[in-house]
């Protein structure tokens, strides 16, 4: 079982930055490939970007957000980090962090994701 705590979302300025994080509790977590989800009402869940377990370092990133966003993780921590930088109104959403079962290992796909946090707001101001 994991479980997954988001912090960092807040208001902030088209142009501006934040940074949210994602605190995991799971012996596994090293294994286990982590990703940024968001949603805006009235519309699917979107993936932001993904990146792989077990000591690897692929990423992935939404085409939205390529350039501008860029996902980390600190397995010594057991957490799992967006800074997202340039923001733009479009942007806005409530971002979730989510898990991968630790034997899925590929960073492709929005499948296999079996642990979500509660979401934590981001808006952002024209």
């Known amino acids: 079982q994991v479980q997954l705590v988001e912090s960092g979302g807040g208001l902030v300025q088209a142009g501006g930055s934040l940074r949210l994080s994602c605190a995991a509790s799971?012996?596994?977590?090293?294994?286990?490939?982590m990703g940024w989800f968001r949603q805006t009402p009235g519309k699917e869940r979107e993936i932001v970007a993904a990146i792989s377990g077990n000591g690897e370092s692929s990423t992935y990133y939404g085409d939205s957000v390529k350039g501008r966003f860029i996902i980390s993780r600190d397995n010594a921590k057991n957490t799992v980090s967006l800074q997202m930088n340039s923001l733009k109104p479009e942007d806005t959403a409530v971002y979730y962090c989510a898990a991968k079962n630790q034997y899925t290992t590929t960073i492709y796909g929005t499948g296999a994701y079996d642990y979500w946090g509660q979401g934590t707001q981001v808006t952002v101001s024209s």
């Open positions: 799971a012996r596994t977590f090293s294994r286990h490939v």
